[in-house]
Each structure stands twice: as C-alpha cells, then as structure tokens.
C-alpha cells in the first residue's frame, strides 16, 4: 500500500525512474521489481509509448489451437489466455467440426459508425433534412481525413440522421458510415467525426458535443456455422443436451451472460494475441446481443433432421490489421503472421469460428460431465505451482490433490513438503 497516489511529474520520469518510485512506495522487493521490468517481447521503448506512465510489461502464456478449418482453409490459432482449458476445448471442438466441413463463416464488410451528438438544435426535424441534404458534401468532408483509406476502396460511405427523445429533450444524432477497411477503425472514424462537427453545427444550428465511434458494431458482423455430426460429439443426448443449453441462454440473462462469457473466451484470446481492442469486442458484443432489449445469446443451437448439431453465431467483430497494437506488438505481429490472415475481415471471420467452437466445448461438456473434471487438473497443476512444486512434482502433486478431492494450497504446500522428501530419499 501506498502513503499518497499523488505522485507529481510522475509521467514525465523514464521507465527505470517510475519503477523506483514505485518500488519505494509500495515496498517491491528486488525481485518483484525485476518482475514488473520485464517487458517481455516487447521492447522498453516500445512499451513506454503505448500508454502511459509505464514501469514495465506483464505477459499472458500463447497456445496454440488446432484442427482449425475454416471456409475451407486450415489455421493454427493463437490465443493469450490465463483461463486453463479455454486452448484444450477450442481445439477438441475444432476437430469434432472437421467431422463435417469445419467453420463457414462470412461478414458483413468492415463498416463502423462515427456518431456526432447535437444538442440545443432549434428544430430537429428540419435540421435532420437539412443533414441529409448536405450529405455528400459531409461526407468529402469526412474523407479529405483520410486519402489513404479513400484510395484502398474505403471511407465515409452514408450518413444517417436520427432525432433521439433523451433526458435533456430531443437531440439529432448524425450518423458517418465508414467503412474502414483492414483498419479496426476507431482512428479513422473518431478523426472523421470530429473534422465534420463543424459543418453539422453550421447546418443544424445546434451546438456538437460528443464526436466518436460506435462501438456497437453492427454493420461488422461475422457469421459463422458449423455442423456437428452426433457420432463425433457423443450421440443424440449430447445433441438434446446442447440445445437445451442454448433455450436456457435464450431465456435467462443470468444464464445467457455465462453463454456469452464462454464464447468470448475464444473471440478475447485470440484478440489478444492478435493486439485488438478487447475492449471495443466486448462492448460491441454485449451490446449487440441486447440489440432487441433483452439480452440474448450471440449462438443459435438446433438439430438439423439428420440428428446433427447446428451452430451459428451472429456478433460483431471490429479488429483491424493495421495501426494499433496489431502493427507496434511484436508478439502480436508474429501471431497474426501464424494465423495466416491477410486482411482484417479475415481474422474476423477466424475470431467468429473460435467463438462458435468456444460455446460449442461448453456446452458440451455442461450438458454432459460438466466442466470441472477438466478444469480440476489445469486448475490443481496451478496450484501445485503456486505452492512451490517444480519439475516432475508439478503433476504428482496435482495427481494427488485429485484424488484425495482436495485441490487446495494448503494441501499443494503439504505434499510439496512430502513428496519431495520422498523423491530425495
Ligand atoms: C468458463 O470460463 C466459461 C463457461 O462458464 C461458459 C458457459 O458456461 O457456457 C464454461
């Protein structure tokens, strides 16, 4: 614990400074410091100019998930995750696709919405033609931001206006469409936004306040299916079982945001590894499955007459390939490098497949063993770890923590002790 958070100029010390008032503060010891200097693949430098007042890094473990076939193609997946079995299950769903054609996913094209608040507009009904009438000279407004973006084949595209009765009375809502091609989009579209507010003000004679995207991206949807054979998933109670699953989401929020927190497991960890805005993911997730004012599971699950599975899952999915972590992480850069994608709808259609296998391992195995016997042996090798076990002790200590049903630090420290005792004697 720190005596004062108050630290003045703090943000204007190098890295290696920071961290010795920090130190200092919070009474780090050597090696805790050490801990927090290590910025792992990322260099100092490099860190220092991601965000702010940085000491250090922190690092996530990468797996690897397999058997991927998605539209026909195989990818290696990446993941940065600290969830046990997430990787596992991923992949094992992964191959029960391969049963039958893998992942089918497509898109809706990478558009995102910049939005442009104006308050305090006379008449808003007017103002709101008077918008559209100016439409086109709004939009090369918008797009004189970015020649670059305009040359590749994108940029402000439409706009839309809405008149919203709010809290503080009627406002009018422009709307840019900006289809922001490999880009996540939020640069693009934030620079768009504020570059035309101006002219909005001009026209509508209302005053701006708020210029920014939207992250409920539902004009960057992915749509992915797959089709699960009975035979490879456990036979037709598997089948009954998940669908099940999924009308309990349907009809549940509090069941529903389980659901959906299983398939952002995948669609997060890959974003992860792939330097997304995670933040942006989850929003436009969340929110776009509250789209109909109830919230609702981002999967459908049905059988299909032969007695199959059938998986779909809807969301939107704005990541980007250029700018952003994805081009300043090395780590990230390598990972997008082994997934193999070329354009940024091609790692949404991937983060789409891995979010639909994701919900898919969950609910198979909710519906049949449930989750813990799988969980119980990463979870207890965590464990074992954190009690101090290294080597080959790591799994005898787990083995045993198991058996005796009794995965606890305590217990981990005990047979740390024990079994050590026993391997040098
Ligand atoms: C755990 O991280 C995710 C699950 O809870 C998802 C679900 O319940 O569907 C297993």
Redesign the pocket.
Known sequence: MTETSELQGFYRLPMEKRREILKKATNLTDEEAGIIANTGSLPGDVADHMIENVVGGYTYPLGIATNFKINGKDYLVPMALE?P??VAAASNAAKMARSKDGFRVTNTGPVMIGQIQVVSVPKPEEAKSKLLKSKADILKKANEQDPMLVSLGGGAKDLNVKVLASLKGPMVIAELIVNTGDAMGANAVNTMAEAVAPMVEQITGGRVFLRIISNLADRRLVRATAVFGKDSIGGEDVVDGIVY?YAF?DADPY?CA??N??IM?GVIAVGIACGQDIRALEAGAHSYASKTGRYKPLTTWEKNKEGDLVGVLEMPMAVGLVGGAAKTHPTARANIKILGVKSAIELAEVMGAVGLAQ?FA??R??ASEG?QRGHMKLHSRNVAISAGATGELVDLVAQRMIEEKKIRFDRAKELVTELSKQKMG
């Open positions: 969830e079995s997430v699953a989401a069941r389980t659901h927190k299983g497991n919900n969950a609910l195995a909710l989750i």
